[in-house]
């Protein structure tokens, strides 16, 4: 009699467990779904991503070697004169120049920046890169008085250049 018990009751312990299994079953498919959409979502935030890396790439100054030594090489100038386009460094010597009333000399801006203005190596590579900028952004280059491009005085000051931005005086 009590094997008769068990199995009428065994039924009902296999349908309970199979309405249990039925929703542990409906469950496990939600969450395959959710996953389903959440690689979605994945793969098209990692595309928009490349897209971004790649255009900030093509925008970002590229890097060479010249003489062994690594350089940023200023991007071709395009006809929007976007200055964002620019390394960090070209932009603050272009903050210096606009910020400048007048006409500013290279030793300034090498002070401005914090340079070794006294000695003269200190000053060409800062030199190469207003004369970079003079040519890609419109800036120019005036000669003063003693300068190799100016009319020669006998009375002449010493050697220097005056940078101005555009339309400046």
Known sequence: MLELERITARPN???TLAQELAKQQAEVQAEREELVIAERVLHRLA????AVAEAAAAAA?????V?????LLIPHRGGTGDEAAL???????LA????????????????????????????EPLRVK??????RAGYTSVPT?????????????????????????
């Open 96 to 123: 210096i120049v606009r910020a400048a009333d007048g006409p500013v000399q290279v030793r300034a801006i090498g002070e401005e920046l914090g340079l070794e203005v006294t000695v003269r190596g200190k000053l």
């Open 61 to 65: 100054p590229t890097a060479a070697r």
């Open 145 to 169: 008085a003693g300068s190799p491009h100016a009319p020669r005085r006998r009375e002449a000051a010493p050697t220097r250049r005056n940078w101005r931005a555009p339309g400046g005086s």
């Open 130 to 135: 207003m004369t970079k900028l003079a040519d």
């Open 47 to 50: 595309e928009q991503d490349r």
């Open 67 to 71: 003489a062994g030594r690594a350089v």
């Open 13 to 15: 312990g296999l349908d």
């Open 87 to 93: 390394p960090a460094d070209y932009r603050k010597i």
